[in-house]
């Protein structure tokens, strides 16, 4: 499973690299056309995914996750290979569109390893499995480049469909899905409504605040990704702007690869919820300095520092949601959890982009740091609330 994460997110990501020049090269467009309909055909894949994710929660609550995990493969691979074959912008986003309503191939694996997962090692298990997709995401951009170079844009979409396609015979030939069995002394159903889910989650007010700060740090974690290159052009020049641009970006996935699994297992043995607290403000620290760097290298620090913060916070929230929710319903919540996450991968780009232009690159960090500082107070003071005064009264009954 670890090689089809590593394969599905490395070649959704290979591509994103030259889609404006795909565009561009598809008739004789002005520079704002291209840039708009790039941002669309971006845009629109998230989008779609992010409606139809809990609907392949469901169905593979009750039909398998390998199944599914199957058709996301072989559906995204179909359509980047025949995004390959595009001749006109309105082709290409189409394909797009398609691409989005299949995309459900990482959050369904993080569903089937969850639920397979003992709960007391959850937090190791998936921070083990982030690695693949963080790996995937750090290599993607890089060969796609390569690939383009050397193949041309048609071609590398073909080539890259391969190892999409490839994806779904590992999964097909290497993963056994042992079906769990609901206990009969437990008070779970073999099935839920999607209505008596959405009341499952909201009755639980942590795990909703999970839920809904997954849109939240989604938005500040991306929200400086269309404006990196240019902010970097901004204190280094424009010198070798393509690889110190790519340095900034990957500094924050190597960190992240480095610190998923610690974070996972630490979570394991002192709480989930107790480390996410502490991420999210550490995370909000370290991206405030980021508004007064003035060299790249400043900056790759801040950002590996960064990727070191957030690695652990994919992977806590999901063991959190394997903890708390039925075995009958976790693949529609974490459906719903990818959904708000999508939304957010929407924003954050956009929002950045906005603050940018209105107010400086500067505004951008102090927003986000901001944001995510915010995530922390809300997790803490929810917790703290629900949780930890919960504990601490029936304590204290049980001593009267």
Request: glycine share 10%; aromatic share 12%.
């Amino acid at each position: 499973m670890w090689f089809a994460n590593l394969f599905v997110s490395g070649s959704m990501t290979m591509v994103v690299p030259f889609i404006s020049l795909y565009i561009a090269g598809m008739g004789d467009f002005s520079e704002s056309y291209v840039q708009t309909w790039s941002g669309l055909t971006f845009a629109v894949t998230f989008i779609a995914a992010f409606i139809f994710s809990p609907i392949w929660g469901r169905i593979g609550d009750k039909y398998g996750r390998k199944n599914i995990l199957i058709i996301s493969a072989a559906g995204i691979g179909l359509s980047v290979f025949l995004m390959g074959f595009a001749t006109s912008v309105w082709q290409l986003f189409l394909l797009r569109l398609l691409m989005g309503i299949v995309t459900g191939f990482i959050p369904m694996s993080q569903a089937l390893i969850a639920v397979q997962t003992p709960k007391e090692v959850a937090g190791k298990v998936l921070g083990t499995l982030q690695t693949g997709s963080i790996t995937g995401a750090l290599m993607g951009p890089m060969l796609g480049g390569a690939l383009a170079d050397m193949f041309g844009f048609s071609n590398s979409f073909k080539w890259v469909s391969i190892t999409i396609f490839l994806s779904a015979f590992l999964v097909f030939s290497g993963v056994k899905e042992v079906k769990m069995k609901v206990s009969s002394n437990s008070n779970e159903k073999k099935s839920y409504t999607s209505k008596e889910v959405l009341q499952h989650i909201i009755s639980k007010p942590v795990l909703l605040v999970v839920m809904l700060l997954s849109a939240l740090i989604q938005v500040a974690h991306f929200s400086i990704q269309p404006i990196l290159s240019l902010f970097v052009e901004d204190i280094h020049g424009p010198v070798n702007i393509a690889f110190f641009a790519g340095m900034a970006f990957s500094a924050a996935g190597l960190g992240n690869l480095l610190m998923s699994r610690r974070w996972g297992r630490l979570g394991d043995r002192v709480g989930y919820i107790k480390i996410l607290i502490i991420l999210l403000f550490a995370a909000g620290i370290v991206y405030l300095p980021g508004a007064f760097v003035t060299n790249i290298w400043q900056l790759v620090a801040l950002r590996f520092l960064l990727g070191v913060s957030i690695g652990g916070i994919v992977p806590l929230r999901i063991a959190y949601i394997r903890q708390e929710a039925p075995l009958s319903m976790q693949g529609e919540v974490l459906g719903y959890n990818t959904s708000l996450r999508f939304l957010g991968n929407v924003i954050g780009p956009a929002l950045g982009g906005l603050l940018a232009a209105a107010f400086g690159f500067s505004s951008v960090f102090f927003v986000t740091s901001g944001l995510l500082i915010l995530c922390g107070v809300i997790m803490l003071v929810t917790w703290y609330t629900t949780e930890y005064e919960a504990k601490d009264s029936k304590y204290m009954s049980y001593k009267h």
